[in-house]
């Protein structure tokens, strides 16, 4: 892990690294995330085609700028961030997105499970950086909100008229 001679005022160098080793986990997510929203966006067909194609774009500029904050929050703790798709695959221990060319209602589905992971996770990160860095738990905080939106709509798709979503 590439470090600086600095951190930031306040912030021990044991408390940043521990920080930046839970952000660099974000950052993969985060990138992996952007890319599987840009595949369905690119694979998905079938009736409601062009609402869900245009709903996804957005998500993916939100993610990939979720990404952007916590590489730069990395960096202002003095270490590098690492944005390759060789760092993804390396630390990465979740399955790789299923579907190629489906239907509106399996992308979403899959789409789901997808902010499942990815919200779970930024939870458990909010409350590990908790004792370590309370603008770092904010920036989690608030990208988590939004991906949770995210999740809304696409759960506003799948959901039933008695409020189920099929699992």
Do not use: C
């Amino acid at each position: 892990m590439a470090k600086s001679k600095f951190t930031l005022p306040g912030l021990s160098e044991a408390k940043a690294k521990q920080v930046v080793e839970i952000l660099q986990e974000r950052l993969n997510s985060y990138n992996d995330l952007s890319l599987t929203l840009k595949h369905v966006h690119w694979n998905v067909v079938g009736p409601s085609f062009i609402g869900v194609h245009e709903m996804i774009d957005p998500q993916v500029d939100e993610v990939r700028l979720n990404a952007d904050a916590v590489a730069e929050r990395i960096a202002a703790l003095g270490f590098a961030p690492r944005g390759t798709v060789a760092e993804i695959t390396r630390t990465r221990d979740w399955d790789d997105y299923p579907l190629d060319r489906a239907l509106v209602p399996d992308h979403l589905a899959a789409l789901d499970h997808e902010y499942d992971r990815v919200i779970a996770e930024n939870r458990k990160a909010i409350e590990d950086v908790e004792e370590l860095d309370l603008v770092t738990q904010d920036l989690l905080i608030g990208q988590t909100g939004g991906l949770e939106k995210f999740q809304w709509f696409v759960r506003a798709h799948l959901e039933s008229a008695a409020g189920t979503i099929p699992s």
